[in-house]
């Protein structure tokens, strides 16, 4: 449980680059556990095949375990890339609007199909120049 403990489904606070790294570094203990288990099941099941004499290479059995154990503060990414698109539209750069929303998309939607269209949309759409009228002031 102590290596745990960094896991949360919600942050109340911000916390450091070296807390960050020892959940990632978690994040990737879990994935390792995960496909050492994913092998696992699979030899006990070829296993078990032998033990029944089934030829288990003809069977269609798969084994699913996950591969990601990132738990992401959505709504604080979300918050995060409205106040950089606030910003951005203060430096009147296309690139910049156009990739802060293809980072919400990523961030919004869950879907890698609908990501992947949004991306393309945002491609091929010229973003609109902002007004020099909304820009800040020269100093």
Known sequence: MEHLTPVRTYRKQI??????????????????????LQLTEYHIFALFCAWKGIDSTKTDYEVIYPSRFELRDKQADLNFIKAARDIATLINSVTLQRELNKQFARVALSDDDLIEK????????????????TAAPAA
């Open 118 to 133: 949004v991306d393309k949309e945002l491609n091929k759409i010229k973003a609109a120049v902002v007004p020099a009228a």
């Open 15 to 36: 916390i450091s680059a070296i807390t960050m790294e020892t959940e990632f570094q978690i994040n990737t203990l879990l994935a390792n556990k995960a496909a050492q």
